[in-house]
């Protein structure tokens, strides 16, 4: 069992940047591969980045390669999503995720764990 907690959402101009973290309970951090998703409202909830366990492998979709970094710290049992030259369409709730099984997929429904989300507005 795997507990997830966002934070460091908020309000931010287009081009600024924020700094998500999820902090996970359990003392297996290190064994899942970790995932940040996105949804906007009457949208579906998309990939964002994802990242192995131990080698630090990342994965970004197109739309935020270049802008966005993950990183995770097993010592702290965290997962980060630092976003740059955010935009408008950035606008989502932001929501980290835990896989147990297998490497980092783009499926949200491959996940096993997730946070509550956290609100990140990019405004104009």
């Known amino acids: 069992q795997v507990q997830l907690v966002e934070s460091g959402g908020g309000l931010v101009q287009a081009g600024g940047s924020l700094r998500l973290s999820c902090a996970a309970s359990?003392?297996?951090?290190?064994?899942?591969?970790m995932g940040w998703f996105r949804q906007a409202p009457g949208k579906e909830r998309d990939f964002v980045a994802g990242?192995?366990?131990?080698?630090?492998?990342?994965y970004y979709a197109d739309s935020v390669k270049g802008r966005f970094t993950i990183s995770r710290d097993n010592a702290k049992n965290t997962v980060y999503l630092q976003m740059n030259s955010l935009k408008p369409e950035d606008t989502a709730v932001y929501y980290c995720?835990?896989?147990?099984?297998?490497?980092?997929?783009?499926?949200?429904?491959?996940?096993?764990?997730w946070g509550q989300g956290t609100q990140v507005t990019v405004s104009s």
């Open positions: 359990g003392r297996t951090f290190s064994s899942y591969v």
């Open positions: 995720a835990a896989k147990y099984v297998g490497n980092v997929v783009a499926l949200s429904t491959a996940y096993d764990y």
């Open positions: 990242i192995s366990r131990s080698d630090g492998s990342t």
